[in-house]
């Protein structure tokens, strides 16, 4: 018998990745004897050597040589007695444990499945469900937990003897690989057009690449959705995309067929390259490369600066590329307008069936709608516009709170947070809860995390917003039987804190956004906090207050936030002559506000910034949200350093008297964009520092959908005082993705 052994314990995400083979060929390697399973607690290990030596070195590669894709929070060694055991084994696993480990994103298909993808002897050569143990789907399959075959959505396919043979064997790439399978017994794609089935298998993929060459536009089945795809460079293929699917300005996303090709049309960063790389694979917004701007209509993303872009994340796409497809692809989501994305193959065919001339349809169903992730490059990493695939849902931090915790979003980018065990699950980004099917995703979601982690709805605290309109609060309602409510911006803050696990730390919180629900009530965006997670925040300052005249439909409208900032100005010119041209909507809305008529209090600093932008010449109405933020953003990456503005603690008085007396005088609208935004960078770091000193801290938090502006992140980092840290988020998007996780979070209020 062995004279040491040790027992160790693995958590984070460590199931569905390839972990147990790993550690099996560890052990072999280390010639250990003993036992690896999968339970409630983690991957469980037990390891029995007759000397220290081996068993120090396989704890040390443990984490070192761990698959890609696991992520390990936390492993314990102890010694154990040694129990005699004459080889190593892979123990099956424990259902009736409750689950603790996380559930794995969807990821990459591997560099080894690739090699096999395109090689001609392999028997999974052109197979486009090829994976294995360290890749390919997971959340947008799983139908329950435990992680089986069985409860996928690969049940309808029985493994073929080859299959079965690599499934049971420990040395083997697939072994436990739940959606493995092959030509021969697994699922595969069909190209559809008119209703009617033209080809299967490879041939399908062949004939999309070529009508994807010729100019059609073809609805193409994911990972985790649908696409709609089509040659990018063709500007007769992307206007007819958007003419069908109703979508006027907002930028398509692209898939380039390698990073040299995504090189060719956008800057790109070392930390640009890395992010696109990521097993994650997310879309990343990167500024354009103006050499090759004239290559590619003007239609893929209109009067932008930037391109949104990803590389191939599953082995179709692969297959597309290498089967004669465009290099750049736009990429879009299958859906119109702004409606939720389409993941079952009969909702595609009805909903997308005026947009797309052909469908390639795969015959592996998705258990559910995950979107591409969207993400950009800043000073302090990478910063999340929209965390979905390959990232969600895994958990994001750890929570000191007994009881299950459910935080239910906000309304507009509605995400759900799951605290169970400590753990802090945080969904993929589900919607705007407005839409029916939106509110359907919700409740499958829902479902999803609570099934799949076994949390009875009876004994969790429901965490919502404090707005009594909201459906996201309509719908707490009917959950749970202990219900809190917390402020949105408070909320916002709060995400931040979760995730560095900062519970009683006192920090200045600036929250600037573009719409909330007050203590007041009335509608707030522009507010600094004190205090901590476990005391609460104070609101101790604010955006000097506006009004914003006919309430939602102000934040479609530039011009008509800008009436609401600009009565508040002691002398104005008149707008509607030039420079301005400001359209007849502008003296309506000045109107109600100065009979307060229909006119809503608000310090909301996204209206501030669509205030300025209609100022420079964004007097439309908006497409899609934020639309007039990030043009006033691209306009003002155009000029180089200014003086700011005068912005004395959030007055935007003086500032906006300023901008107006600017360009009557004829000053570049870049600059004016610029100095706006280097005055607000300069008026968080005064209000940031003379606060911190006064309440004895040294962290400033920022948090709210304007943060997703990366020039403002970048001034603030220039900036800011060596005395002074800025903590944005990371593991969450800054906009109201985050809410969810800042409402769970303060849970802890509770004791
Ligand atoms: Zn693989
Ligand atoms: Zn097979
Ligand atoms: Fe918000």
Redesign the pocket.
Known sequence: MALLARRIVVQGIVQGVGFRPFVYRLAQKYRLNGWVLNSGEGVQIHLEADQPQPLEAFVKELTTLAPEAARIEQVSVQSAPPEGYSRFEIRTSRRDTPLETGISPDLHVCQACLQELFNPVDRRYRYPYINCTHCGPRYSIILALPYDREQTTMRPWPMCPACQAEYHDPSNRRFHAQPTACPHCGPTYFLEKHGEERARGYEAIKQCARLLAAGDIVAIKGLGGYHLACDARNARAVEALRTRKYRKEKPFALMASSLEEVQRWVLLSEDAAQLLTAVARPIVLLPRNPEARTALPESLAPENTELGIMLPYTPLHYLLFRAGAPSLLVMTSGNRSSEPIAYRDDDARRRLQGIADAFLIGERAIARRVDDSVVRVTPYGKLFVRRSRGYAPAAVTNMPVKQPVLGVG?D?KNTLTLVVNGKAYVSPYIGDLEYYSVRESFQQTLHDLTAMYRVPLEDTLVVHDAHPGYHSTQLAQELGRQRMAVQ??RA?IYAVLAERNAWEQTVIGI?L????YGDDGSIW?GEVFVGSLKEGLNRIHHLFPAFLPGGDAAARNPVQAAAGFLAQLAELPDLHAPPFRFPKTFNLAFQLVQQGVRAFPTTSMGRLFDTVAALLGFTQPMTFEGQAAIWLEQQARRSPEVPPYPFPDLDYRPLLAQVIADRQQGRPIPQIARAFHQALANTCVKIGDRLARQFGTNIVVCA??VFQNSLLIELLHKQIPSTLQLWFPHAVSP??ES?SLGQAAAALQLG
Do not use: S
Not at 513 to 516: L, R, V
């Open positions: 906000a507009l949105h911006h916002h929250a956004d573009g719409t909330g965006g709210g959908g906009n109201d809410i």
